[in-house]
Nanobody, 117 residues
Framework: EVQLVESGGGLVQAGGSLRLSCAASGFSVDDYAIGWFHQAPGKEREGVSCISPSDHRIFYSDSVKGRFTISSDNAKNTVDLQMNSLKVEDTGVYYC??????????WGQGTQVTVSS
């Protein structure tokens, strides 16, 4: 069974850091792209970063470029999102999914990130 489980969310002050982790089971993160998506309160979910092992490419949205870093750990079968210099507008629920475009059926349950001013 394919499953994705996020962890690492929490409350942090603006300028702080958090590290989110997406643990995959039922497939290898070395075989499929994993994307991180952000849904701010009252807004649609949008992609923030993705790692694609098939072509060794990494993507970041303009809003997080230079602040967030995505990485994969094949031994742990996880994809992490290191979030630095957090801003209030980074607040929301973060989801990982088994693709870069958000069209997959396989999503995690989400983890809440709250950045206070």
């Amino acid at each position: 069974e394919v499953q994705l489980v996020e962890s690492g969310g929490g409350l942090v002050q603006a300028g702080g850091s958090l590290r989110l982790s997406c643990a995959a089971s039922g497939f290898s993160v070395d075989d499929y792209a994993i994307g991180w998506f952000h849904q701010a309160p009252g807004k649609e979910r949008e992609g923030v970063s993705c790692i694609s092992p098939s072509d060794h490419r990494i993507f970041y949205s303009d809003s997080v470029k230079g602040r967030f870093t995505i990485s994969s750990d094949n031994a742990k079968n996880t994809v992490d999102l290191q979030m630095n210099s957090l801003k209030v507008e980074d607040t929301g629920v973060y989801y990982c999914a088994a693709d870069c475009w958000g069209t997959t059926d396989y999503w995690g349950q989400g983890t809440q990130v709250t950045v206070s001013s």
